[in-house]
């Protein structure tokens, strides 16, 4: 992540948008996790969600989208395009006995991972959607599991930390490291 942060930075000067470091905060949630339990005050994010060294879903929330940050992903009628809704279709997830169709919110807590990225919401939006964009190419979630696998990762009982990540660490090592190689 820190890596695609940094190449993120070059890519926002190149738009125009140039972030200051004070500018981006960095939450690293490690499983199992809690749900937020709000989009603080004054910001937007771009969230993701990864799992045995595959991003899952990456995804953003101004301002006034708190729901769709704190719990929509972990509830699959919530809203459309959720994780949660994704993993009750994937037919893969039926080889798992701890994964509830009923309750995909438990395993997602319990079996991935999360990262929060806190914007200004007094900024414009447009860098939010620009990040969200990039990281959605730059991270391929959902796209860089194994090609001939049939199963959704998962978090083993050593769970691998993706390629572009920096594994375990404290929200604010993960956010002095990004803000080192701002």
């Keep these: 992540m820190i890596s695609a942060l940094a190449a993120f930075k070059t890519v926002a000067e190149l738009g125009n948008t140039p972030l200051s470091p004070g500018d981006v905060e960095v939450e690293y949630l490690d499983a199992p996790h809690r749900s937020p339990a709000r989009l603080p005050k004054g910001k937007m994010a771009v969230y993701g969600f990864w799992g045995d060294g595959c991003w899952l879903k990456v995804g953003m929330a101004g301002a006034n989208s708190g729901a769709r940050y704190t719990s929509q992903h972990y509830n699959a009628r919530s809203a459309p395009s959720t994780l949660a809704a994704s993993l009750i279709a994937s037919q893969a997830m039926t080889k798992f006995v701890e994964f509830d169709r009923t309750r995909p919110g438990d395993w ?72 080192a190689n701002w």
């Design 108 to 179: 997602i807590r319990t079996s991935t991972h999360r990262v929060n990225i806190l914007l200004p919401a007094d900024k414009p939006r447009e860098p939010l959607s620009l990040l969200e964009a990039f990281l959605h190419l730059r991270l391929r979630p959902g796209m860089n599991a194994d090609p001939n696998s049939q199963s959704p990762p998962v978090r083993k009982a050593r769970a691998r930390a993706p390629r572009d990540s920096v594994g375990k660490v404290q929200q604010k090592r993960l956010s002095k490291a990004v803000m």
